[in-house]
């Protein structure tokens, strides 16, 4: 067994923050369009959720897509393939994510997967006064002329491979569809993601999103999303009679810093007994919870809670199907 001691965690964090700092000249890129994908940001799986989105070094299921193409090299499930679904009414049903993911075979990779992932808002009220060339009043107030909604669309396709007995390389391309009422735009991205394994059960993993700059085309004009780096490090062990897994996160570029220029650190834990696990995480200052089932090898079944310090709380609910 691999012990780790303090000094050591110390030491890992700070390779976390240097290989952060290594990807900051991406924050130079960053434009008023750095929010352009945003709705890419909110996450997929509610384990990944619940681990306060400190997935990328140990996302080997089929959202691994969104997470870190090569950890589609691995298998967590322990099936040759899966499909997986998620739904969530977030922030007190104000917005529906839903995500699904399957894993199949496909040449030049040890898996493949294709999933997709919408974050949506219905019933948007569109307003207009009955006498526009008027001013507001008690007598001219605005009235609904129309319901909407707003939606977002990404599909990915993705395949991971090992190229050695330590490192792991994966693609993810995505096309992205994007609809407010009447409007719509489209587009096109890529991300390359790795997985080396350090020592034992240490990972160090990433995955650079839109590294060629991802442009979103509407009717009249185009924004775009501008590359970002999410870089973790992932340490599982033995702990009792379960294991017990640590996982540190950053994501740098984009849209990820604040004003203040800080970039966000993601962390969570889990500890796995038998067929439950349980979980927690930080996602910068919200912190999260959930706990996973598995009754079948071939079944798994994951709740999370997401704490949200201004808006409703969230729930979600995934579902893992092995075959």
């Given amino acids: 067994m691999v012990r780790i001691s303090a000094n050591k965690v110390v030491r890992l964090c700070r390779i976390l923050a240097a290989l952060t700092l290594l990807v900051s000249p991406l924050n130079s890129a960053h434009a008023a369009s750095g929010f352009a994908g945003e709705f890419l940001a909110v996450g997929a799986g509610a384990r990944a959720l619940a681990l306060g989105n400190a997935y990328v070094a140990v996302a080997q299921d089929a959202t691994a897509g969104y997470w870190n193409p ?3 090299s691995g298998n967590r499930m322990g099936t040759a393939h899966e499909v997986h679904l998620m739904h969530a009414e977030r922030f007190a049903g104000l917005v529906d994510q839903d995500f699904i993911g399957a894993t199949f ?69 995505k096309m992205i569809y994007r609809t407010v009422a009447d409007f719509t735009a489209y587009g096109a991205g890529l991300d390359v993601g790795f ?4 020592a034992g059960d240490l990972v160090l993993a990433g995955n650079l999103r839109d590294i060629t700059t991802t442009p979103i085309v509407w009717d009249g004009g185009t924004d775009r999303i ?5 870089i973790g490090i992932g340490y599982r062990r033995d702990l009792g009679t379960g294991q ?80």
């Fill in 244 to 323: 017990a897994s640590v996982l540190l996160s950053s994501r740098n570029g984009g849209d990820a810093s604040d004003d203040a220029g800080a970039v966000p650190i993601n962390a969570g834990v889990e500890y796995t007994l038998g067929n439950l696990s349980l979980r927690a995480g930080l996602d910068e200052e919200r912190r999260s919870f959930g706990l996973g089932l598995q009754p079948h090898r071939r079944l798994g079944l994951d709740v999370a809670y997401l704490q949200h310090q201004d808006l409703e709380d969230t729930y979600l609910l995934s579902a893992r199907i092995g075959f």
């Fill in 70 to 72: 090569a950890g589609l």
């Fill in 226 to 230: 501008q590359p970002s780096a999410l």
């Fill in 105 to 173: 075979d496909a040449p030049f990779t040890d898996r493949a997967a294709v999933s997709l992932l919408r974050v949506g808002v219905d019933d948007i009220a569109f307003t207009a006064l009955p006498n526009p060339a008027a001013p507001l009043s008690a007598d001219n107030r605005p009235l609904v002329t129309s319901n909407e909604t707003s939606a977002d669309y990404a599909l990915y396709l993705s395949g991971g491979r090992q190229m050695g007995d330590r490192l792991a390389l994966g693609v993810s391309a």
């Fill in 195 to 198: 997985r080396y394994q350090l």
